[in-house]
């Protein structure tokens, strides 16, 4: 079983990033699953271009990023999530 893991494309499906690319790429190696570890959504302007081409697959899983989870918030007119450094305790790593 041959997997791929990917995240950020942030909206950009030809430009910047060259999502389409990497999943040609990904096809060619007979890749068996994807797992999309979220992000996929906002800062560039092709959002929805990378949502059919990822809701059209039929080998891949998706988790969503802060990004995402941010439009979703928006849509259902809920506050904005929490942010990672408002969820956790303090460390001794921290500045």
Do not use: W
């Amino acid at each position: 079983m041959s997997i791929n893991e990917n995240s950020c494309h942030h909206g950009y499906s030809r430009q910047r990033c060259g999502f389409a690319h990497p999943l040609a790429e990904i096809d060619q190696a007979h890749v068996s699953h994807i797992y999309c570890l979220g992000d996929t959504i906002t800062i560039g302007p092709e959002s929805n271009e990378v949502l059919d081409t990822l809701f059209n697959r039929k080998n891949l899983s998706m988790i969503t990023g802060n990004h995402d989870e941010g439009v979703l918030a928006l849509i259902h007119r809920q506050p904005y999530p929490k942010s990672h450094g408002d969820t956790r305790e303090p460390s001794s790593m921290d500045c």
